[in-house]
């Protein structure tokens, strides 16, 4: 059996695609000991520049028996996920990770919290705020968390993200609007626990593990996964904000509503193959804050420790994906 990993190559230094590139190696070495070879095939902004029967041709000339799809966009460009994910469907060659309705629902944070809401999903409030719109502070209940529309990977998380007084909202919206033209989403901030919950397969959904944060460990004006506390190993917080897999047991009935409303949260948006579903709490109540497809599944992902949790090797886990294709 042969798959092919598709994967982007671009001339920039952000941590996040270095580490695209590392879990691509780490892929490569999982499936041979699973006697399936993998070789990698890179996507560069050039390839969109070619007809779409072109990029299917140089596909099916490597004869995969599937494609472990990598591809998340470029820095610059990350609706080229959505695009390839389209070309793929097209092929007709089985792949790995989610389609592209899905990947359009999850990309843009705005769609995919009206699909939530609309499914009786409890999300938190909040605003869409687009270049030439005009603020209104009394929309939105302090403090207040800012991210990117459009972003992923936690692009855009950065020290200004959580905001306290009207002042402070207005200048950290008027910057991030020039750096993220897409529209941000401004939000109440949710200040009790969060996790993270894995998935893999179709619904009803194999739960692999739930993650708790303790942010505690960190200086208490950023108490959320910031891009650097996430990607950068010499950040001070990336050592800190490790997610813990909880037991099984531990949380009893919270637990079980965490996972009913991921389950439900990703049905309602149409995951499949492989996704990880963020929460946090206030006040009790469980709210989704972002629903990830196609997440980090390096060796020490969190994604890959809720796998282990759950009694897979990074080689089995990295095989039952590929198996769900064919």
Known sequence: MKAL?????????????????????????????????????????????????????????????CIFNLFEGFSNDARKEIVFARILENS?????????????RCLNKNDCKNLLAKAGIPVPEGICLKPGE????????????????????SVGIDKDALVFTKEDLSRAVSIKLKNYPAGL?????????????????????EMLGVSSMDFSRVNASKPFMSYEAKWLKQ?????????DVIDRDKYGELEKEIVDLCRKAAQAIGCESYFRVDLRQK???????????????????????????????YEEIIHKIVCLTV
Do not use: M, W
Not at 38 to 58: A, M, S, Y
Not at 235 to 243: G, R, V, Y
Not at 285 to 313: E, L, M, R, W
């Open 134 to 153: 005009e603020l209104n502070a009394q929309k939105v209940a302090l403090p207040a968390f800012i991210k990117p529309c459009c972003e992923d990977a």
């Open 185 to 205: 989403i401004v939000e109440e901030f949710l200040p009790d626990k969060e996790f993270n919950v894995s998935f893999i397969g179709r619904p009803p959904y």
């Open 235 to 243: 950040s001070t917080d990336f050592n800190k904000l490790i997610p």
């Open 5 to 65: 990993i598709t994967i982007a190559r671009e001339n920039n230094a952000r941590e996040d695609n270095a580490d695209a590139l590392r879990c691509a190696g780490s892929i490569v070495e999982a499936l041979a000991k699973k006697s399936i070879s993998g070789e990698l095939l890179f996507v560069e902004p050039g390839d969109f520049l070619r007809k779409e029967k072109e990029i299917i041709k140089q596909l099916k000339k490597k004869n995969p028996d």
């Open 283 to 313: 006040d009790d109540k469980v709210f989704i804050i972002d629903i990830n497809p196609n997440p980090d599944i390096n060796t020490d992902s969190g994604f890959a420790h809720q796998a282990y949790s759950a009694g897979y090797s």
């Open 92 to 104: 007709g060659i089985p792949f790995t990770g989610n389609n592209s309705k899905t990947l359009r």
